[in-house]
């Protein structure tokens, strides 16, 4: 489980944007760069490396 206020504070590495978080994903989503983070063991992964592409299908889904 994330932290509320590391959640806060958290921002794309990249468009320096918020993030959704998908707590049954463990992932923080970024939708203007369609990445999705992952988190794991409780620690967000923020490197675009390691992001994954997220589809228009699941683009949808967050919206
Ligand atoms: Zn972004």
Redesign the pocket.
């Known amino acids: 489980m994330l932290d509320k206020k590391l959640l806060e504070i958290l921002a794309?590495?990249?468009?320096?944007?918020d993030?959704r978080y998908e707590k049954d994903q463990q992932e923080l989503i970024?939708l203007?760069?369609k990445?999705a983070f992952p988190v794991r063991d409780a620690v967000p992964v923020m490197l675009s490396e390691e992001a994954r592409h997220i589809g228009p299908d699941e683009e949808e889904r967050y919206r």
């Open positions: 794309c590495p990249i468009c320096k944007g993030l970024c203007p760069d990445l």
